[in-house]
Structures are given as C-alpha cells and as structure tokens.
C-alpha cells in the first residue's frame, strides 16, 4: 500500500520561505514519477514542479527560479524547497506519484510536467499561506 504525507506547510509573510517534504512509503515500481501540485480554494489543481527518477526535473513558469524539488531517493521522500514566496503561492500543496509511463517519460522530455490525472497516488496535502 503506498502512503505518501506531505508537511512543512505554514504561514508566512511575503519574500519568505518555506520548504515542504513529502515522505513515501510502498513504492515499488523501478521509475517512478513525483510531482507537486498546488490549489487554491474555488480553483483548479495547479501543476507545480515534477521530478523523475531518471533525474529530470520540470518547474511551472510561475516557480521557475524560486522553488526547488529535491530527492535523494524519490520514491522515500521529495522535498520542495520555496524562496520568494508571494501571495500567488497560497493553496495546499500535494505531492503525487506513480509509476514512471512512456506518457509521462513523454511529457518531462518536452519540458512538460505531466497532469494530475496522471498520477494515482496522493498525499492529503499541506496548506500554505503567504501574507501580503
């Protein structure tokens, strides 16, 4: 049974920083996919940083530069290190994971993280809030 928990979350003020781990237990496929996602209450989940155990690394236009994904064995634990936090950056924070597809090997080499939909495995996710 795979678990995944994610924490670090917080409140902080604007320009802070916060970073997020996601820990994950019974994943035992060989590549596997882990992906952050963000939502803001009344919208979508929004796509925010993806890592594969191939090494790749994928981040969404409005974190590029500020957050980085980090893992020294991706299928234990991801970390989503976040500077310059900005009031943009408020939601809950989920980690995803599953199996490394062609789909989605497809999606990283194009520079793309792949979609929620995607994913099978979820943590119940971290709230972030960022004061103006």
């Known amino acids: 049974q795979v678990k995944m928990v994610e924490s670090g979350g917080g409140s902080v003020q604007t320009r802070g920083s916060l970073q997020l781990s996601c820990r994950i237990s019974?994943?035992?496929?060989?590549?596997?996919?882990v992906t952050w996602f963000r939502q803001r209450f009344g919208e979508e989940r929004e796509r925010v940083a993806s890592?594969?155990?191939?090494?790749?690394?994928i981040y969404a236009d409005p974190v590029e530069g500020r957050f980085t994904v980090s893992a020294d064995n991706p299928k234990v634990a991801v970390y989503l290190q976040m500077e310059g936090l900005i009031p943009e950056d408020s939601g809950i924070y989920y980690c995803?994971?599953?199996?490394?597809?062609?789909?989605?090997?497809?999606?990283?080499?194009?520079?793309?993280?792949?979609?929620?939909?995607?994913?099978?495995?979820w943590g119940q996710g971290t709230q972030v809030t960022v004061a103006s």
């Open positions: 019974g994943l035992t496929y060989a590549s596997v996919c």
């Open positions: 995803a994971a599953d199996r490394l597809t062609i789909g989605m090997n497809r999606h990283l080499e194009l520079g793309q993280i792949p979609p929620a939909t995607a994913f099978e495995f």
């Open positions: 890592k594969g155990t191939t090494g790749t690394i």
